[in-house]
């Protein structure tokens, strides 16, 4: 449960007169402002808001989440966790109870041709750096977990955040004002509010030229593919993949491509994929189509070299480093972005130290993201080719020269090392 302690308010005496209630409101509003100038204001409740509240309170530092939605996001499919997340998950303090969550650790890939067999299968074990983690938690799940680890922090629901304005150095703090016209003056700000965040002016992300589905199948009986893997099944201009998140319930996507926009209605979208084997139709089948979820991906190949944040104002998740799922490592960095902002603010006291911890980090963060996110936008420009030389082409390289050896060397990164 999140505890609403950052603006405190002092209790008014039940029968104070007229003037001394005034007198208490003046001096609570004096109070709440002081607060919140001791505090780091995170906009944005998703995985990169939440994890970085319960990082900065490891600090010591008290924040304030301005969530933009009503509530927390409890729907929502599921999210792939790697080995590099679940260290994070660790530091942060939820790791086993989320491992504990009844879902299965997988071990083990298949590449498989949508039009034919099983090209590939190889263990985790194959992979240099083990051993490796990976497991699928639903996403709502993952925010309730971080949710419960915030002591100190006040989460505000349906409060947009406008903009953000910081002095070059950080002096005086940040002037945060919500989209219904109130205005904060905090000691620092995360903008952790997402790709389309506006707050630090960066360029918009491109579109990489498909769209996804996802969905979780709920199998009453025996589910498409063995409990401990991960299937990937490969086609021209379209691709689908599956894992199981329980004994009952498999995530799977499917990712085709097209302009953005204009895309057909989900039914349509997925019409194309009735038709494959390994287990994608039957994935399909069993989820309701309300259920499912449609994006268009997009990136952006953000330098460690351009500026980013301003003073006290920086971002984290997906605001910072918006990359396609090829790699399933959008929400892993994001977690990893907690650790390293709580790491490098932990030393920071205030002022212009604070606003240089904030540069270090963007760069350390994004000196690490810019290199997944060509590898994924790289990955998905392949996995998406639809020219049938080509992609026979590619098939017989999966199936005859592919080494997995260093599938998962990305994985391997540890952000509570400085
Ligand atoms: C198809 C697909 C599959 C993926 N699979 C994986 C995977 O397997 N593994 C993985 O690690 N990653 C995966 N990702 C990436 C992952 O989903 C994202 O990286 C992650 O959700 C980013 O979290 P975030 O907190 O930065 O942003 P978001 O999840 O976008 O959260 C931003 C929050 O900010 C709020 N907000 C927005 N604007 C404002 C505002 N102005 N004021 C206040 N609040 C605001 C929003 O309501 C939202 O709650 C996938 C992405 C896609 C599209």
Excluded at 297 to 311: C, E, M
């Amino acid at each position: 449960m999140a505890h609403m302690v950052v603006a405190r308010v002092s209790s008014a005496p039940c029968k104070a007169s007229g003037s001394r209630r005034s007198a208490v409101r003046a001096q609570s509003k004096a109070q709440q402002e002081a607060d919140l100038r001791q505090t780091v204001a995170i906009v944005g409740a998703g995985i990169a808001g939440l994890a970085s509240a319960v990082s900065l309170e490891r600090q010591g530092f008290q924040c304030l989440v301005l969530e933009r939605s009503e509530t927390r996001r409890e729907g929502g499919t599921a999210i792939a966790l790697w080995k590099n997340a679940w260290r994070a998950l660790d530091y942060l303090g939820v790791g086993d109870e989320l491992r504990n969550g009844n879902h299965p650790e997988l071990d083990s890939v298949e590449l498989c041709a949508a039009e034919g067999g099983i090209l590939k299968r190889f263990s985790f074990d194959e992979c240099n750096g083990g051993p490796h983690e990976f497991r699928g938690v639903f996403r709502g799940e993952l925010l309730r977990a971080l949710e419960s680890k915030l002591e100190q922090t006040e989460i505000r629901y349906g409060v947009g955040v406008e903009r953000v304005t910081t002095t070059e150095t950080g002096t005086g703090g940040v002037v945060l004002r919500t989209e219904g016209g109130e205005e904060m003056r905090c000691l620092a700000a995360v903008g952790s509010n997402g790709a389309s965040s506006g707050l630090c002016g960066l360029p918009p992300t491109n579109y990489a030229g498909y769209r996804a589905i996802r969905g979780v199948a709920n199998f009453e009986g025996e589910m498409p593919l063995p409990s401990s893997t991960v299937r990937q099944v490969l086609g021209r201009g379209m691709r689908a993949g599956m894992y199981p998140i329980s004994d009952r319930e498999v995530y799977w996507f499917v990712c085709f491509n097209g302009a953005e926009g204009d895309g057909p209605p989900m039914e349509r979208a997925l019409e194309a994929f009735r038709s494959w084997g390994h287990g994608v139709r039957e994935v399909i089948e069993a989820t309701a189509v309300e259920d499912m979820v449609a994006s268009s991906i997009r990136d952006r190949w953000q330098s460690p070299l351009a500026p980013v944040g301003r003073g006290n104002l920086t971002l984290a998740g997906d605001a910072l480093h918006p990359m396609t799922p090829n790699l399933g490592q959008g929400g892993c960095c994001a977690l990893e972005d907690a650790v390293v902002l709580g790491r490098r603010l932990g030393g920071a006291a205030g002022g212009e130290g604070m606003a240089a911890a904030l540069r270090s980090y963007e760069a350390e963060r994004l000196r690490r993201t810019l290199k997944l996110t060509v590898r994924a936008g790289v990955m998905g420009s392949l996995l998406q080719i639809d020219n049938p030389l080509v992609t026979a082409a590619r098939d017989a390289v999966v199936s005859r020269a592919f080494d997995p050896s260093s599938f998962l060397d990305h994985t391997s990164y540890d952000c509570r090392e400085a």
